[in-house]
């Protein structure tokens, strides 16, 4: 992971010279707008709940953790909410990663009739709104497959609702590989499985890692499958149990805000923790260690 | 393979953050947990313990006396299970009702209410579920939805049960009970309900030195202290936002209606509708009255508790509102005005409805007798959430004492049922939409409200 | 021949194995579910009672509906004009910029992620608040306009809050399209003298195709059906000026009191072959390749 001194050291042009400082003007800029909203939840979620419509300030002030204490002990659930939720996410993410990138590379790179076709299906399946298939779902979950309100039904659906976007994706990682690594190992006899194992996924690492956090992301936030699918409280997600501190004609703003922030501070610690696994690139600064 | 390295550290990384998420969850303040939901946690030990003793035939201790007593009557018939679904409102309130059923479940020993609550787009997820017959027991039946659920015939008539259970038709309030009666047949208990009513600000009306509403107030009354307000203190007197669950209250009172009485045409374009909506949008024309979106709020009600208007036409729901997020605010609210043709009000309701696909009606009326019983609802009104829907509270000291709650409750003798028939939704959008053109576009009332009515007619012809 | 023969039949074979968990999740739950909702856009059904088989009546009654063509199709579309280059080249430029060896790395990259972990219902209470006419951002620009409620402002509005929400989602996807491209070929082609610019141009570019195609069909597919937002922020309104066709779709499927869930899926429909189109037109741009 680490940087060696570039081999090759570019001439310095007046691009060079400029570059950097424009490059850290973008990206403070975009860093304010980007915090800025989640900022002020985290500032709003600590202040009292009659506070909410104060002008906006930058620190919590008077401070108090009322609205999480609220939050976390209005309903019994909530911790089966949290479980459901990690059990739901993990689930979710690693099977739809593996097996995405399985369909994925064989789209990629093998010949087998009904390729085209079935790929052009797969993509014109993400592409009727969610919406209308809600109902069809709720029916085969309840009649057929008797999965209605298990998190292990809502595991199979959510998975294989969005391996349609996984799959998508990992064919068009594995495409822009190039082939040559592989063609090595394929001269040398390696079965397919082997190239895919000891070849393929690990130069695609970034993006199943990007996989992975959309996949951690969307299973933790799903809202409207799991409402659907999920009947008794005890099977509740976090996402479905937050929903209940908003009501028929009003909300408690400092309520919601304090439960989104305790909903996303999971996701946001994986990626900070994951996004290390990008490493540096090379385009611009240098050569990476070989 | 030195390129996986990372894959150990990474699992590992998600288990620990795991426990300490589970770890780091009850830690806050334990203690309060235990205070706020004693109740729940009561019920959740009755209901394990005897269905325990059901199967294993054995005597233990028990929570309470009466409880003992259910549990010999249990050994030789199981329990009635039925399931009751509603939306959810604040925890406070989810709290209420689960006390509630606790109760009940003393007095019903033999039936075990299975609470399923439906936390968001409950319309959505419970005609879906009626479509496949999976649908609960009991559920929660907004007036609003009442005529479509009725006249599929998916719904359970009470009316023999009711006469089993010696529960009267003349215990509740005419409005609601007539509300949810349909071709002669009661289909729902309703549970609770609200009214509009006119609250105010005193502060402002103190500071503007005008008399405070009363229940006696016109249009003309109306007008007057809200220029003056507007004069004196800068605030806007009165609120007339584009909102289908306010504006019709001056169609009624202007003797107008918005649809017909089988509901196959609409009023909207009726010169006494068309004079009502050129009194409300005149209003913000005038300059005595705002509508929410001028002071960047999509709702009236928070507008009035930050003092930017002195008068707003909402509901019960404003007490705990304000409670919550505007405790200084000192407010009262009296009846809506009256107008050319008297008084009118809209009144919003919930019934107990009972599915037409329950294996277990009886039990089902049992539980809504029970919930709806006179003890359930003086529970339900001094809690200050709701307001009850019999006709015996309407003398009870809470109600006397509460001014606000009283005008909410008296309001219901104007009222008329918050529902439009078949296509109500889209009677709202476009009496929503005809007012917008007249405040963004300032297309005349009568051209606009024709529109809206072609609109509504159209839809009605699908 | 019978060799190769043989060998293609396996090859197959692993084809359909690597294939196969996919294939089955997707199959049940996707197509079953989409040829059912196929179905119900052959009838008239209204959620409680079920489907009476109509035809393609829905069909009809969809694009003669005075909000389809007048509002929510040139909605949908404005919608999609503006966000998809806006999210696109921003994003792009954004991964590329994170893909430097610059200080605080870290700390960036999860900034900029943070607006696709927001929630939306808070990114609806945040906006609104920001937007008000009393709001910081009238505030800033010394200006007294009611962004979310004025006919022309309040679609602008929703794009610029999705282009900010959705930057982070694409940064992300071109961020692991730089990385997967091997450092061997930069390395190469600076001993053959390449320069930079030329590496980019002949190196990164071609080699991200595939990624930008990704991008840009999911941006479509995203901006289509765009619906959460809108949903929070405006209920497509002032006056239908957000209202898009999947807004629309939501009405007629749950809306109103009586459901009209043939329409909805006959619109859903109609939507998903136009998206498909525009799909296919872009990926000839974008993916000419031979595989």
Redesign the interface.
């Known amino acids: 992971m680490t940087t060696a001194r570039p081999t090759v050291v570019w001439e310095r042009s007046l691009w060079d010279r400029l570059k950097m400082p424009i490059f850290y003007a973008l990206l403070i800029a975009w860093t304010v707008l980007a915090i800025m909203p989640y900022w002020l939840t985290i500032v709003f979620s600590f202040m009292p709940k009659t506070a909410i419509f104060d002008p906006p300030r930058l620190w919590p002030k008077p401070f108090t953790l009322e609205n999480y204490r609220v939050v976390l002990t209005a309903f019994d659930e909530f911790p089966l909410w949290l479980r459901n939720s990690f059990l739901f996410a993990l689930a979710a993410t690693v099977l739809r990663v593996f097996f995405s990138a399985l369909a994925g590379y064989a789209f990629a790179r093998m010949r087998f009739p009904g390729r085209g076709v079935l790929f052009s299906l797969i993509l014109g399946s993400m592409m009727v709104p969610f919406v209308v298939t809600v109902v069809p779902l709720y029916w085969m979950a309840v009649k057929w497959f008797h999965i209605y309100d298990t998190l292990w039904g809502l595991i199979i659906v959510w998975t294989s609702g969005s391996f349609s976007f996984g799959v998508f994706m990992m064919t068009q990682f594995f495409k822009q590989i190039p082939r040559d690594l592989e063609e090595a190992a394929f001269i040398d006899g390696a079965s397919w499985f082997t190239l895919f194992f000891r070849v393929v996924l690990p130069l695609a690492r970034p993006a199943l890692l990007a996989l992975a956090i959309f996949s951690f992301q969307g299973s933790w936030n799903d809202f409207f499958l799991t409402l659907i699918m999920m009947q008794s409280p005890e099977n509740f997600t976090l996402p479905l149990g937050l929903a209940m501190f908003r009501f028929q004609y009003y909300a408690i703003y400092s309520n919601v805000l304090a439960g989104s922030i305790f909903n996303s501070l999971p996701i946001i610690i994986i990626f900070f923790i994951f996004q290390r696994y990008f490493v540096e690139g090379i385009a611009y600064t240098g050569l990476k260690g070989v | 393979m030195r390129r996986f390295k990372w894959f150990p550290i990474i699992t590992a990384l998600l288990i620990l953050s795991i426990v300490s998420a589970a770890c780091a969850t009850p830690t806050p303040e334990v203690k309060v947990v235990k205070e706020t939901v004693v109740v729940t946690k009561e019920v959740e030990k009755v209901v394990t313990k005897e269905v325990e003793k059901v199967v294993t035939k054995e005597v233990e201790k028990v929570v309470t006396k009466e409880v003992e007593k259910v549990v010999t009557k249990e050994v030789e018939k199981p329990r009635t299970e039925v399931r009751l679904s509603g939306w959810t409102a604040s925890p406070e309130e989810e709290n209420l009702l689960r006390a509630l059923l606790y109760e009940c479940s003393l007095q019903n020993p033999d039936i075990l209410v299975k609470y399923e609550p439906i936390p968001s787009d409950y319309w959505a997820k419970i005609k879906t579920m009626v479509g496949s017959g999976t649908e609960p027991d009991i559920y929660y039946m907004d007036i609003f939805q009442f005529p479509f659920f009725a006249t599929q015939g998916v719904l359970q008539p009470i009316d023999d049960y009711m006469a089993k259970e010696g529960v009267s038709r003349d215990e509740f309030l005419d409005t609601l009970i007539n509300a949810f009666t349909w071709e002669g047949k009661t289909y729902g208990i309703p549970k609770d309900f609200n009214t509009l009513g006119l609250f105010y600000n005193k502060d402002l009306f103190d500071q503007a030195g005008v008399d405070y509403p009363t229940n006696d107030w016109t249009w003309d009354d109306l007008k007057a202290a809200a220029q003056k307000i507007t004069d004196a203190t800068g605030v806007a007197g009165f609120s007339v936002p584009p909102d289908p669950g306010r504006f019709p209250i001056f169609v009624f009172q202007n003797g107008g209606q918005i649809m017909n009485d089988d509901f196959t045409d609409t009023l909207l374009d009726s010169p006494e509708a068309i004079e009502a909506g050129k009194f409300y949008t005149g209003a913000r024309a005038e300059g005595w009255a705002i509508i929410p979106q001028d002071v960047g709020v999509g709702w009236q009600g928070e507008a009035f508790g930050k003092g930017d208007v002195a008068m707003v036409l909402e509901g019960g729901w404003m007490v705990p509102y304000l409670t919550n997020q505007f405790p200084d605010r000192n407010y009262s609210a009296v009846h809506p005005p009256a107008g050319p043709k008297g008084e009118g009000n809209l009144v919003f309701t919930v019934a107990y409805v009972i599915s037409k696909n329950s294996k277990n009606p009886e039990a089902a009326f049992k539980t809504i007798a029970c919930l709806t019983s006179e003890e359930s609802q003086v529970k339900v009104l001094t809690s200050g959430f709701a307001l009850p829907s019999r006709k015996a509270l309407q003398s009870h000291e809470y109600l006397q004492n509460n001014p606000v709650a009283n005008a909410i409750f008296t309001g219901a003798e104007f009222a008329t049922p918050f529902m439009w028939g078949l296509k109500g939704e889209t009677v709202n959008q476009a009496m929503a939409q005809a007012l917008e053109r007249v405040y963004l576009e300032g297309m005349s009332v009568e051209e606009s409200f024709k529109q809206a009515a072609e609109e509504i007619r159209a839809a009605l012809k699908e | 021949m019978t060799y190769t023969w043989r060998r293609k039949l396996a090859?197959?074979l692993?084809?359909?194995v690597?294939?196969l968990?996919?294939?089955l999740?997707?199959g049940?739950?996707?197509?079953?579910?989409?040829v059912?909702?196929l179905y119900?856009s052959f009838t008239s059904f209204?959620?409680?009672?079920?489907p009476q088989w109509i035809g393609p009546v829905n069909y009809a009654?969809v694009l003669q509906h005075?909000d389809f063509f007048r509002y929510a199709v040139p909605n949908t579309l404005k919608y999609s004009a503006v966000v998809v280059p806006a999210q696109t080249v921003l994003s792009l430029?954004?991964a590329?910029?994170?893909?430097?060896?610059?200080r605080a790395?870290?700390f960036?990259?999860?900034?900029?992620?943070?607006?696709?972990?927001?929630?939306s219902?808070?990114?609806g209470?945040?906006?609104?608040?920001?937007f008000?006419?009393?709001?910081?951002i009238n505030q800033l620009l010394g200006l007294d306009v009611?962004w979310l409620?004025?006919?022309k402002t309040a679609l602008p509005t929703i794009m610029m809050v999705n282009i900010?929400s959705t930057?982070?989602?694409m940064m992300?996807?071109f961020?692991?399209?730089?990385?997967?491209?091997?450092?061997?070929?930069?390395?190469a082609a600076?001993?053959d003298g390449a320069s930079?610019p030329q590496?980019?141009r002949y190196i990164?570019i071609p080699?991200?195709?595939?990624?930008i195609?990704?991008v840009v069909?999911?941006g479509i597919?995203g901006t289509?059906?765009v619906?959460d937002q809108i949903y929070i922020m405006t209920k497509g309104?002032?006056?239908?000026a957000t209202t898009t066709i999947?807004y629309l779709?939501?009405?007629w499927?749950?809306?109103?009191?009586?459901?009209d869930?043939g329409r909805?899926?006959a619109a859903?429909?109609i939507?998903?072959v136009a998206?498909?189109v525009v799909?296919m037109v872009q990926r000839r741009f974008l993916e000419r390749?031979e595989?």
């Open positions: 090859d197959w692993t084809a359909y690597f294939i968990p996919v294939l999740g997707w049940i739950f996707v197509v079953v579910a989409l059912m909702s119900f209204n959620l409680l009672k079920p009654r005075p430029i954004f590329f910029a994170l893909d430097q060896k610059i790395r870290d960036f990259r999860t900034a900029f992620y943070l607006p696709s972990v927001t929630s219902v808070v990114i209470i945040i906006f609104v608040w920001l008000s006419p009393k709001g910081v009611n409620y004025n006919v900010w930057t982070g989602t992300l996807i961020l692991a399209g730089l990385q997967d491209i091997p450092s061997e070929l930069y390395e600076a001993i930079r590496m980019f990164t080699l991200l195709r595939p990624v195609f990704f069909t999911l597919i289509f059906q619906f309104g002032p006056l239908k999947v779709i939501y009405f499927a749950f809306g109103d009191v009586t459901p869930m909805a899926s859903a429909f939507l998903a998206i498909f799909t390749e595989v």
